[in-house]
């Protein structure tokens, strides 16, 4: 880490902050660190390969993933299934400390508390690489779930919309469901699928569930209340997104009083995905073929 200085650490932390302000609901890793790149002057040194055990990758990605993590146990940044997004205390940080060594040094300053409140001591001149392999450990770690994430968000987000309703139909199936009817190609009415807590269908709640299968553009207010139009008051409404909904349409729907409705995105329905994988036939895991593999986890 000789080779870069607290002062451009500092530079390129701010300048990331700064790309996800402007994405309060978060930003794919990938997609920030490319923003940054073409944001900053590379140095030579940040322009050239690091290698680790053999694996190669651009060093400036690496130097700010490693710089990221103090950020991370600070409570400045969030890294979730590979989206990164900053908490309210890393948007007032990026306000207070215009400086970028001055950024640095409170990350710093902060990322010592911490390992502290963890017994843990570290140097006050290198607050990150006194624990080198468990740093490298975290890095080889996110990467690792960014890379499974993204191509499994890919699959989904290029599968046929009735084969991924299908999907949808299994996931209720193994959560204990009766699926009594999915639609078929063409109108349904705004209704996918409607499943039952009970093999004859004869107990409430009823779920009515919408399905969406499509790459970007998020499910708005208008849509989610033209949804929510169709569910009676002994139903339950499940509306199933890919590529999710805006804040307007969660606001919405959290606010419900009388309707029960449940916004699933695509992370939710992964969750939900591997908690029942065991519950699921085999037609399904065809359809959504996953496999645990296992990494070293980095210290929480």
Request: glycine share 8%; net charge negative.
């Amino acid at each position: 880490m000789a080779e870069i200085t607290r002062k451009r650490t500092g530079e390129l932390l701010r300048g990331l902050f700064g790309i996800l302000l402007q994405h309060p609901d978060g930003l794919r890793a990938r997609a920030a660190l490319e923003k940054l790149a073409a944001s900053v002057r590379l140095t030579p040194h940040e322009a050239g390969n690091y290698e680790d055990g053999g694996d190669v990758s651009r060093r400036f990605e690496w130097l700010v993933r490693f710089a990221t993590i103090a950020c991370v146990k600070t409570g400045w940044l969030v890294k979730q299934k590979g989206t990164w997004f900053l908490t309210e205390d890393g948007r007032q940080a990026y306000q207070r400390f215009t400086d970028p060594e001055d950024f640095q040094k409170e990350a710093a300053r902060r990322y010592r508390e911490w390992k502290s409140s963890q017994g843990k001591s570290l140097s006050p001149f290198s607050p990150i690489s006194d624990n080198a392999v468990e740093e490298n450990t975290a890095i080889t770690f996110e990467e690792a779930e960014e890379q499974a994430q993204s191509e499994i968000e890919k699959f989904l987000k290029s599968m046929n919309p009735y084969d991924f309703q299908d999907l949808v139909a299994d996931l209720l199936k193994g959560m204990g469901y009766f699926v009594s009817w999915t639609a078929p190609p063409g109108k349904d009415g705004g209704v996918d699928i409607i499943a039952h807590p009970d093999p004859l269908g004869t107990r409430s709640p009823r779920l009515k569930v919408q399905v969406k299968r499509q790459a970007d553009s998020r499910v708005d207010r208008q849509t989610v209340q033209s949804f929510i139009s169709t569910i009676g008051e002994d139903d339950a409404g499940l509306f199933v997104c890919t590529s999710g909904f805006t804040k307007d349409a969660e606001d919405y729907a959290r606010g419900q009083e009388r309707r029960k409705i449940m916004l699933i995105d695509l992370g939710r329905f992964l969750d939900l995905w591997i908690q029942f994988h065991d519950k699921l036939d085999d037609v399904a895991c065809r359809r959504l073929p996953i496999a645990p593999i296992y990494f070293l986890t980095p210290e929480s």
